[in-house]
């Protein structure tokens, strides 16, 4: 596969080059991609099918298989940063990271930045909590630049309350009454493009929140002034909820995994607010009443 042209320019005081997206068609890394597009930034999207990819002129689309070194050296050669995706349950913990962070330093790749997660290393959020621990470890220990962003439960996670409020059901709540401080994906993105390409985010571990910590009673409250009818909840037990996440599709196997986070959120572990959002974007993040307004039409 041929190099790509490497094209540099002064953005806000730092020079910007082909940034690399892994998880490119994920929630984050689309938003990446279209963020990247609309400021001009050259920037390829790594995908296992570039064919369904569906992204836009500006995108370059590179095939890319973490099984497959050579997809991969291909895909970094000539990039200066990588945006880093590893799915929870995709293969041994860390491995896809340090898949992809040695064909980075072979390609003398400048930046990286790590979307973990919330919570990441705290042994009383359950086994999940330890999923990036090594690939953030491999990161801190290499010679690249490195960001790790770890973000707070996604407002767009609730998409998945659509059929129950437009079916006017009551929305579970799987929390106990647990607070989280929800963030909208696209302040995560945001920070990720920032981190990408400015200087000023080396060393740095963002925990990336909304700007308040809300439970299940608190959203509900919020979707109903936005749609201006009453969204009613209803407690789930332990066990209601483990039934519902084998329902979801999980195997029964890790549905203990699961639940393990969902008691760390019912005692309070998430109950997180940082600033960090607006140091990096030198604005507020945004609040899920906004996220709501803006994605009003799938509940309605």
Not at 11 to 24: D, P, Y
Not at 40 to 49: I, M, Q, S, W
Not at 133 to 161: I, K, Y
Not at 237 to 258: K, M, N, W
């Amino acid at each position: 596969m041929p190099d790509f042209p490497i094209r540099d320019r002064e953005f806000g005081g730092s020079v910007e080059r082909m940034i690399l997206i892994t998880g490119a068609t994920g929630t984050i890394g689309s938003e990446i991609v279209r963020l990247l597009a609309a400021r001009g930034v050259p920037h390829r999207a790594l995908t296992r099918d570039p064919a369904r990819a569906g992204f836009g002129p500006a995108t370059q689309v590179v095939r890319g298989d973490y099984d497959d070194p050579d997809s991969l050296a291909a895909a970094v050669s000539g990039a200066d940063a990588v945006f880093m995706v590893n799915v929870i349950g995709t293969a041994a913990p860390g491995a896809h990271d340090k898949a992809l962070l040695a064909a980075a330093e072979a390609a003398g790749v400048r930046r990286a930045v790590k979307l973990s997660a919330i919570a990441t290393g705290d042994a009383a959020a359950g086994r999940f909590s330890a999923w990036h621990v090594p690939g953030e470890q491999a990161l801190r220990d290499g010679p690249l630049e490195w960001t790790v962003l770890r973000p707070s439960t996604f407002a767009a996670n609730f998409l998945w309350w659509a059929g129950e409020i437009k079916a006017g059901r009551p929305v579970p709540d799987q929390y106990g009454g647990g607070a989280q401080g929800v963030v909208d994906p696209a302040d995560v993105s945001a920070v990720a493009v920032e981190s990408l390409l400015a200087d000023g985010h080396h060393g740095r571990t963002y925990t990336l929140t909304g700007p308040q910590a809300l439970s299940t009673p608190d959203m509900a409250a919020v979707a109903g002034k936005v749609l201006g009818r009453d969204v009613a909840w209803v407690g789930l037990s332990r066990e209601e909820s483990r039934a519902s996440v084998i329902a979801s599709g999980v195997p029964e196997a890790g549905a203990d995994d699961v639940l393990e986070g969902l008691d760390f959120v019912r005692a309070g572990g998430n109950a997180v607010v940082t600033d960090d959002v607006q140091q990096v974007l030198g604005r507020a993040p945004r609040t899920f009443e906004q996220w709501m307004r803006a994605h009003q039409d799938a509940f309605a």
